[in-house]
């Protein structure tokens, strides 16, 4: 390929890429929204701006990710998307392990757990959904398919850990409802996308799987209107 043709390609990508993260771009509106969302009534302006910082981290590396990703996938369709959202969550994830510059609230006395902020019947409908798509895979053969379940599962598990595991910040109430956010949307995608990935077939069976693993996603997703206990 001429030089010309790759600066042009690489020229018309990045402007897309930039068109895209204006638009997703989050304001104090969708950070005040979210909250609301997850369990924050009427939040504060401190509690907005960490809320507004969490929705940066993410939707700052989505554009790039998904022009980069169907190439690779040689795919534009939902498997681009999904993986999109679990490597920008993952990134953005990392990116909050760095202590916060700004002033820290003390840790907690009780250590946090995955239970503190994901309830067990969510824990326990994502090992069932692994399991029965890696058995399954492997049963059927399918290593490449399997292989690629099994990389989506592991991402969707480090998301949900390193969000129980980020130093704390700011509020205690927006600190674990944007915790309890970050897992059970990766939880969830790890559902969905484990059951779509793990059972290919046409069959009857499989497309009832899948339907049930697309209701397991939208249930474990689901906004909560109220914080776990640990807030």
């Known amino acids: 390929m001429l030089w010309d043709t790759v600066l042009g ?27 609301v969302r997850w369990g924050v009534p009427d939040p504060d302006a401190a509690e907005v701006a960490l809320a507004v910082r969490y929705l940066k981290r993410r939707r700052l590396w989505y554009p790039w990710l998904f ?12 498997g681009s998307i999904v993986a999109t959202l679990l490597l920008g969550g993952l990134i953005a994830e990392l990116l909050a392990q760095r ?10 006395l009780t250590p946090r757990t995955l239970l503190g902020i994901v309830p067990a019947w969510v824990l326990e409908l994502a ?12 049963l059927t053969a399918q ?21 129980v595991r980020r130093p704390a910040a700011g509020a205690p109430r927006a600190d674990l409802a944007l915790r309890c ?51």
């Open 9 to 35: 390609v690489a020229l018309i990508m990045g402007l897309a890429g930039l068109a895209i993260l204006i638009v997703l771009w989050p304001g104090e509106k969708h950070g005040k929204r979210l909250l």
């Open 67 to 78: 022009l980069a990703i169907p190439p690779v996938l040689d795919s534009t369709g939902a």
């Open 99 to 108: 202590p916060s510059r700004g002033p820290r609230r003390e840790a907690e």
């Open 127 to 138: 090992a069932l959904a692994a399991a029965g798509s890696i058995v399954h895979l492997a």
């Open 143 to 163: 290593g490449r398919l399997l292989a690629i379940a099994a990389g989506t599962i592991v991402v969707c598990a480090a998301i949900a850990a390193l969000a």
């Open 181 to 231: 956010r970050s897992a059970r949307v990766a939880i969830g995608l790890g559902i969905g996308a484990g059951t779509a990935i793990g059972w290919p077939g046409g069959d009857l069976g499989s497309f009832l799987v899948v339907v049930a693993g697309a209701a397991a996603f939208l249930a474990v997703t689901a906004p909560v209107k109220r914080l776990p206990a640990a807030a």
